[in-house]
Structure formats: structure tokens, C-alpha cells
């Protein structure tokens, strides 16, 4: 399977599904400053995983080209907030890992163990108005040239039960509070506009004789 873009299940995930391993590769060829063509393919054990937990990811490069690269891991975090009117997205990077270069005219098997900082919030999927989505990208940056890169994406499963239950329950909360504000306003329809208080006059000294 050939990826350039994050391509994420329209539908419901199911947690069964995401526990196979992913490939995609890349091959790209030098034209800026070298020549030649770099070709790129990218294993991980796992599609979904927990916080604290670890992806294995393992990169085959064939560099037959005249220049080296360097390969890079970004783990960031794609949030959305869906409206009838306008649409916001927002990527949050999370981590910034550099490996080691791989010269010109060779080939070598890297193989990095990424772990999920704790903490992070789950995944939520699609029907819904926030969406939070992430991926893994790898990025080769070649010498003297462009850079050649991957998107794959990794299902944030919740960390336990106790987080899901937290989290209803904040929802719940939340809904509350918003009804409780709505029904607290006052009702412009039968509000009367009374009379302004008028000031009591003060009687008037006599006059001296």
C-alpha cells in the first residue's frame, strides 16, 4: 500500500480491527542538487494503543541516491470542531524524534520503539462536533532537496475505564449547566418595563422674617 495522506474509517471503529499490524512505503527520486532515488517503507506492529504504552515502528530506507537523508518521527494530534456554519482544525505536535542519518548508496533497517506519552486524551471518531484524530509521520530529509514523508494514523484507546466514566460524566455536567443558564435568563416576552422611580421632593424652607 502506497500512502502519501492519513486516511481514517469513516465509520465506527472497531477496537478489534486496530490491532493489526500497518505498512506503507514511498519512493521518491532526487532531482534538486543529486540524483538518483530514495525509496522509503514503514512498519508498525499496531494501529491503537494506550497511554504509556509503545509503538514499534521499523523504517527500511534504500538510499540510491547521491545524497544522505535523515529520518525524523512526529507524533501530533489532529482536533476538530465540526459546526453547521464553519469548521476548525487544530494539530497539536507531541513528540519530535530524530534517528540517525543513512548515507548515499546504502540501505539500512531502523527499528524504534515510540511510546505514547500518559496522559494524552483518546481518540474520538467521526459523528461527533469535536473530533480527535492522530498520526504518525515519518519524514526523511534528504540532503540538498525536499523531504519525503508518510502519514499513518494511531487510535488513542482510553487509558481505563475510570477516564471514560470521568469523562460522561463531565459531559453530563456540562449539559446541566447549560440548561441551568438557559432557564436563569429572564423572560424578555413578559417583562414589563415599570415606571422609574421618581426622587420624593424635599419641602421647602419658609421663608424669614
Not at 77 to 104: C, D, G, M, W, Y
Not at 175 to 191: F, R
Amino acid at each position: 500500500m502506497v500512502a502519501t495522506d492519513i486516511a481514517y474509517p469513516k465509520q465506527d471503529i472497531v477496537i478489534h480491527s486496530l490491532q493489526g499490524a500497518q505498512h506503507a512505503q514511498i519512493q521518491k527520486n532526487v532531482e534538486r542538487f543529486g540524483s538518483g532515488s530514495v525509496k522509503m517503507d514503514v512498519y508498525i506492529d499496531k494501529m491503537a494503543c494506550k497511554p504509556g504504552e509503545g509503538l514499534q515502528v521499523t523504517v527500511e530506507i534504500n538510499n540510491q541516491s547521491t545524497s544522505s537523508v535523515a529520518l525524523k518521527y512526529i507524533l501530533y494530534r489532529i482536533q476538530s470542531r465540526i459546526s453547521p456554519t464553519n469548521s476548525t482544525v487544530v494539530i497539536f505536535p507531541l513528540l519530535e524524534i530524530n534517528a540517525k542519518a543513512v548515507h548515499s548508496q546504502s540501505k539500512d533497517n531502523i527499528t524504534k520503539l515510540i511510546t505514547i506519552p500518559r496522559g494524552t486524551p483518546p481518540s474520538i471518531s467521526s459523528n461527533s462536533p469535536v473530533e480527535i484524530l492522530y498520526a504518525l509521520k515519518v519524514c526523511l530529509d534528504i540532503c540538498g532537496s525536499s523531504f519525503l514523508y508518510l502519514h499513518l494514523p494511531i487510535f488513542i484507546l482510553p487509558d481505563s475505564l475510570y477516564y471514560v466514566k470521568r469523562q460522561h460524566q463531565q459531559q453530563l455536567l456540562d449539559a446541566s449547566k447549560s440548561v441551568v443558564a438557559e432557564y436563569s435568563k429572564p423572560n424578555q416576552q413578559t417583562q414589563r418595563a415599570g415606571k422609574r422611580p421618581t426622587k420624593p421632593r424635599s419641602i421647602d424652607n419658609p421663608p424669614n422674617y
